[in-house]
């Protein structure tokens, strides 16, 4: 990812195969014919990487994320499929610092633009570091007026928590598919722009708790001192309860997605 290490990563893998899926939706949208440069920007623990090398396996595919704990996850269970014997190669790296050492076929980037405020001008490098006819595509949360995120910043500021939370709790740090539609497009990119609200049924109590725990609750569990945290996870689990109460067969968990593919025009390629 692109902040401090404080990913966990069993944690944020509970719920693998939901967080997934926005990730092939994404790829099923990218038309690159036998790249042979794929970077993965953002790729946590690798998994979502590694199959990267079965769609494109003549390809280099190369993982970068800035968290230790999840490239040490990638590189620890690091698959065989894929070119030759060696499978995907990661490093640990900030994407906003990272540059290819030359030109890239395709550069994913999925759920990790809404931690990077200047995110917009780091787009337009990506463009700019595209192979000829090369692909940027990403895809960020958007969710971030939803119950999940709105009553976590109302409860960051009640007077329990406004002393060391009333300060870190975002409002929306992405655009609209629109606003990419116009960024890109005016840099003379073809442009496929979408988004998607899936409907997760999450099981077990706690439901949406266990799943932001991973995410949007990173950076306040990480201000927060360790005896803070029972008490913090406590006020969130009531609040997340009665913002999504749990039905007999789950709890339902509306989650908004965007999508953007972008073809870079002909003739980038600014490494």
């Known amino acids: 990812m692109t902040t401090s ?16 899926r926005p990730f092939f939706e994404l ?15 953002g790729c946590g623990t690798g998994e979502l990487t590694t199959t990267l090398c079965r769609r494109w396996p003549e390809a280099e595919i190369h993982g970068v994320d800035s968290s230790q704990s999840m490239i040490g996850k990638a590189t620890s269970g690091k698959a065989t499929s894929g070119k030759a014997s060696t499978g995907p190669t990661f490093e640990v790296a900030d ?10 076929d395709v550069i994913v980037s999925n759920a990790v633009l809404q931690w990077i405020p200047e995110h917009r001008d780091l787009l337009a490098r990506w463009v700019g570091q595209l192979a000829e006819d090369g692909t940027l595509a990403f895809q960020v949360p958007g969710n971030f007026d939803a119950p999940s995120h709105r009553v976590i910043r109302e409860l960051c500021r ?35 722009a979408w988004e998607t609200t899936y409907v997760h049924v999450l099981p077990g109590d706690d439901a949406v708790l266990n799943w932001v ?8 569990l990480d201000r927060l001192p360790p005896g803070r945290h029972a008490g913090f996870l406590a006020d969130c689990a009531r609040v997340l309860g009665a913002a999504y109460p749990r039905r007999p067969y789950g709890t339902p968990f509306p989650f908004r997605r965007i999508f953007v593919v972008a073809r870079g025009p002909a003739g980038s390629s600014g490494v």
Do not use: F, H, Q
């Open 5 to 20: 290490d404080i990913w966990d990563p069993e944690v944020y893998g509970c719920y693998a195969d939901e967080r997934a």
């Open 213 to 220: 725990k991973g995410t949007a609750l990173r950076p306040m």
């Open 158 to 192: 009640t007077a329990a928590w406004r002393e060391e939370l009333s300060d870190i709790s975002r409002t929306s740090p992405v655009g609209e598919p629109g606003e990419y539609l116009d960024l890109l497009a005016g840099l003379g990119c073809e442009v496929d």
């Open 27 to 41: 790829l099923s949208r990218v038309n690159a014919d036998k790249p042979a440069c794929v970077v993965d920007l």
């Open 95 to 104: 994407v906003r610092d990272w540059w290819p050492a030359r030109p890239v």
